[in-house]
């Protein structure tokens, strides 16, 4: 198999895993997180989410969170930079109001997030894809016009809890029109992890000619055990760059039986033993795994934290 020497992760586990995890966790112990992800030589972090409290209460404390780690990026202590100095921090960001508080915070990096399902649209943000689409323009305009760079995540591209199928030419389309909106990446989920490999490559390969790779971003949730399957058929079409959240934590609460992103720390471990640099430490994120564990109550899916290193690993 053809592998990329370097591949990019971005590490999604402070919203996308926190958002749909029952025990709520306070802003100091989301920082000891972000701080511990830094160290490990993770580049790009999204911190959490400026949306309805009443909708996703587990990322209350959003724009505590966000612009104390902000200041921790900007200043020096005793001469030297933070953790966090050449990180790329990033927040989702549902409407204007929700710009707003992103402006506030001073982060650099906002994500919008639409959905190729019509259902799904609904129920996560209470409104069509055509009125999310307008409501998106408006907002990234804003966003470019302060100075920010804006990601774009299309959720339910490989399926829907509420619609089935979703058409691949739908999925081109929609993905086109964030970009073409100003989005410089657009993130394509797997929000429930149905895809397989098969699907993976196909869709890849029609959504590379529209978008170019270095514009892609794939999100697998491992619901079905597929995600890492799905990271090498992404691999095989040339598609270097993928979100992740430690652990394994999470999914979202408005896309039933979406269990978490696929693990950093098995992404990695397949990646390191394939030969393809991350620039992220393996044991500094399993331990940060271990240290998160018994925070959250429950015991995280992560293979690889679980089992540990195995000592042919030289
Ligand atoms: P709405 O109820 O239609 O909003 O919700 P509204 O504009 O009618 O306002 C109602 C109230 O909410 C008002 O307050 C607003 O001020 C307030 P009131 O006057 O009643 O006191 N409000 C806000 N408060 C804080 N922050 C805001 C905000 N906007 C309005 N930004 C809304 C619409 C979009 C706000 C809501 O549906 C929402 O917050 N949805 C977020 C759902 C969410 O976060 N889902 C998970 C993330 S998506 C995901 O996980 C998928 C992804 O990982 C990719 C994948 O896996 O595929 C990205
Ligand atoms: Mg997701």
Known sequence: ???????????????????????????????????????????????GAFVSPQWVPQMAGSQELVSKVVALKREKVDGKHSEFKTVRLSALVPNTKGLEGAKQSGVERIAIFASAS?????????????????????VVEQALAAKMSVRGYLSMCFGCPFEGKVSEAKVVKLAEKLLDMGCDEISIGDTIGVADPVQVKRLGKALKSALGKDAMAMHFHDTRGTALANILASLEIGITSFDSSLGGLGGCPYAPAATGNVATEDVVYML??????????????????????????????SKVARAGLPRIIS
């Open 1 to 47: 198999m053809k592998t990329p020497n370097r591949v990019r992760i971005i590490e999604v586990g402070l919203r996308d895993g926190l958002q749909n995890e029952k025990t709520v966790l306070d802003v100091e112990t989301r920082i000891a997180f972000a701080k511990r992800l830094a160290q490990a030589g993770v580049k790009e972090i999204e911190l």
């Open 272 to 301: 390191h033993r394939m030969g393809v640099k991350t620039g992220l430490d393996l044991e500094s994120l399993i331990e940060t795994s271990r240290w998160l564990q018994p925070k959250m109550g429950r015991e995280l899916p």
């Open 118 to 138: 019509e259902a799904f649209s609904k129920k996560n943000i209470n409104c069509t894809i055509k009125e999310s689409l307008v409501r998106y323009r408006e």
